[in-house]
């Protein structure tokens, strides 16, 4: 902790993701971030490792600037490190640059780069310059009139917005981050009912990759100012998140080695001069072992302590760099984080109920037995009753949750429709042979 006594994390964003870095980055230093949250949910009240400011409304970037500007006043003459657990709320800080970065520093790209990574159309067509691995996809105007050839494509398809930030400010019955479709009659539907919701921009349908979310991936890598990739964490996702608001989110990780993945990522990456985090959302096709890149997410992800459970905290390399004006990693090769270490936000058992492929069960059954596993909510630091109380039956709920948004039964039939070889497959990644350390906890 020493020499960084006068560092003042301050966060915006108040769910997990925004905890978990909260936590890495008391780990880190013993600092208290400061989280401007809309409302004070249980997963920030009580904490002993962060103090919380309410603004109601993240969207207004008049009130969130303000009040940034006053917690920066609280804390004068500490060094600001300003970060965001959401894609809309980087894009307000970006958009905001000009007002806050006299007082904090802002580890976020130019709003030009945004634009051109986030954007889920242009990030598919900038597959495609460089022979990065993406689904087959169509770009839907909504409200344009414009007709939809899905000649190219075989239902069901899988269909979500190009922009998270506009889509984010539409509400309709149903809506989900993404949408699997049966039929051209269905994808009508979809787009009819985005239209009438005030949904304006592009919605992307693509080639659905068969398989369930055990087919799902995801990798983490670090540029540092120059534009080099000098980081990268993959991870095999053994199950997402199914309630309507977090659908898509991983809920367990372990960590995995696809050394073509990290190459065709610092490929793009240092293609467009990019700095800082890039999180990147994948899966594996079972057709052919390719994984394909569906997005980049310009921050670390709601799910960013699996990086820190695979051996790395994450934190580290900004502090490292852009504070204290130090080599992130060392030089040479990329360094890679891959310690055999579960994440989860479930309890065990609950995840081993989803974890189909008996070798991959063994693993995790392993990890959890070993005490080689995490959930990032779960923190020695915490001894407030009152939160300990919150997270036994958060934890509980889950099991009702799953139940009913995505019983096991749903599961299996997901895996027999895509008739894909078994998750634990060597095409997933050969297995970490990381450090037997026990790891965070």
């Avoid at 793009?268 to 394909?292: M, Q």
Wanted: hydrophobic share 40%.
């Amino acid at each position: 902790m020493t020499g960084h006594d006068d560092l003042q994390p301050v966060i915006v964003g108040g769910d997990i993701g925004a905890y978990s870095l909260a936590r890495e980055l008391h780990e880190a230093y013993g600092v208290r971030s400061v989280v401007v949250s809309s409302v004070l949910s249980g997963l920030v009240r009580h904490s002993r490792v962060l103090t919380n400011e309410v603004v109601p409304d993240l969207g207004d970037a008049d009130a969130v600037v303000d009040r940034l500007r006053r917690v920066a006043g609280e804390h004068a003459g500490r060094r600001l490190l300003l970060l965001a657990s959401a894609d809309r709320l980087v894009r307000l800080l970006v958009d905001n640059r000009e007002r806050l970065e006299d007082l904090y520093l802002l580890p976020y790209v130019s709003a030009d780069l945004l634009d051109r990574l986030t954007d889920k159309s242009a990030f598919g067509a900038l597959c495609a310059e460089l022979g990065i691995d993406h689904p087959h996809t169509v770009a839907v105007d909504v409200g344009s009139g414009e007709p939809v050839d899905t000649s190219e494509l075989t239902f069901p398809v899988f269909a979500k917005a190009a922009s998270t930030v506009a889509y984010h400010a539409v509400e309709f019955p149903g809506k989900k981050k993404g949408f699997t479709v049966a039929s051209r009659a269905e994808l009508d539907d979809l787009l009819a009912r985005l239209e009438t919701a005030g949904y304006r921009g592009r919605f992307l349908v693509q080639d659905l990759i068969p398989g369930d979310d055990s087919g799902m991936r995801i990798l983490t890598c670090y540029s540092d100012r120059t534009g080099k990739v000098r980081f990268a964490a993959f991870g095999h996702v053994l199950l997402e998140e199914h309630t309507p608001g977090a659908v898509g989110n991983p809920a367990g990780i372990v960590p995995a080695e696809r050394p073509d993945v990290v190459e065709q990522a610092r490929r793009l990456l240092e293609h467009v001069g990019w700095t800082g985090f890039a999180n990147f959302d994948l899966k594996l096709d079972p057709r052919d072992g390719r994984c394909v890149f569906f997005e980049l997410n310009p921050r670390l992800g709601r799910s960013n302590y699996y990086v820190r459970a695979a051996g790395q905290n994450p934190v580290e390399l900004y502090v490292r760099e852009l504070l204290d004006g130090d080599e992130p990693t060392p030089p040479g090769e990329i360094a890679v984080a891959a310690r055999e270490h579960l994440y989860t936000v479930l309890p065990g058992p609950l995840l081993l109920r989803y974890v189909a492929d008996p070798a991959l069960r063994a693993r995790v059954r392993s990890m959890l037995r070993r005490r080689r596993a995490t959930n990032p909510l779960w923190y020695s630091a915490e001894r407030d009753p009152r939160r300990l109380a919150y997270l036994v039956v958060s934890q509980l709920n889950q099991f009702r949750k799953y139940r009913r948004h995505y019983p096991v039964s749903a599961a299996r039939a997901q895996r027999d429709a895509a008739g894909a070889p078994s998750v634990g497959s060597r095409s997933t990644g050969s297995p970490s042979t990381g450090s037997p350390s026990a790891g965070p906890s």
